[in-house]
């Protein structure tokens, strides 16, 4: 299954909403799509799981939602420490992930 | 805390092996899968197979089956992978993760902090 991610690049001033976009080429279970965030140099952090169940001591201005082949990432108002680069991951059929938005400050 | 640790960065020559390992720590080793996969540069990153510690069951993917091995040591708490027949291709970061069942497969809760692996002449 690939996993198509847009935009490429994002860029947003502090307070605005941001929505990626993760388009997979076959058919994916809602329990089986994860978003990840990575900053340079770091290990990725889980995000969301099941297409929109947000992970341990995630803030709620992360939110997913979609099924079958078209799923979303949202985050309600962008601040400084949001800056970074997302990608989804799904694990319904083996495990593929998506090439990833950045999300650059404007 | 949970934490996997993961060994330092490699230089490798073509045709030759190498062994990464991911340290767990701060939960029962037995529990959850540990996962690997890498991302070489400009690259989305690329599942590589998984094991389960309580059994050493492995899967691993076609697109390296029969050049990976991933390993446990249970007296450590450390999980392996092993590539061999490395290529510059195979230049890369390569991560374990912590894997979490969910529906039909896992995502990863936790991951390590990364090992570059170099393959050059």
């Known amino acids: 299954i690939v996993l198509t991610q847009s935009p490429g690049t994002l860029s947003l001033s502090p307070g605005e909403g941001a929505t990626l976009s993760c388009r997979a080429s076959?058919?994916?279970?809602?329990?089986?799509l994860a978003w990840y965030q990575q900053k340079p140099g770091q290990a990725p952090r889980l995000l969301i799981y099941?297409?929109?169940k947000r992970a341990s001591g995630i803030p709620d201005r992360f939110s997913g939602s979609g099924s079958g082949t078209d799923f979303t990432l949202t985050v309600s108002r962008v601040e400084a420490e949001d800056f970074a680069v997302y990608f989804c991951h799904q694990y319904h059929s083996s495990e593929t992930f998506g090439q990833g938005t950045k999300l650059e400050i404007k | 805390q949970v934490q996997l640790v993961q060994s330092g960065a490699e230089v490798r020559k073509p045709g030759a092996s190498v062994k990464v390992s991911c340290k767990t720590s701060?939960?029962?080793?037995?529990?959850?899968?540990i996962h690997w996969a890498r991302q070489a540069p400009g690259q989305r990153l690329e599942w590589m197979g998984w094991?389960?510690?309580?059994?050493?069951?492995?899967k691993y993917s076609q697109s390296f089956q029969g050049r990976v091995t991933i390993s446990r040591d249970t007296s450590t708490t450390t999980s392996y992978m092993q590539l061999s027949g490395l290529r510059s291709e195979d230049t890369a970061v390569y991560y374990c993760g912590r894997g979490l069942r969910y529906g039909s497969g896992s995502y990863y809760d936790y991951w390590g902090q990364g090992t570059l692996v170099t393959v050059s002449s």
């Open positions: 094991i389960n510690p309580a059994n050493d069951n492995t």
């Open positions: 076959q058919s994916v279970s809602s329990r089986s």
């Open positions: 099941g297409a929109s």
């Open positions: 701060g939960y029962t080793f037995f529990d959850y899968a």
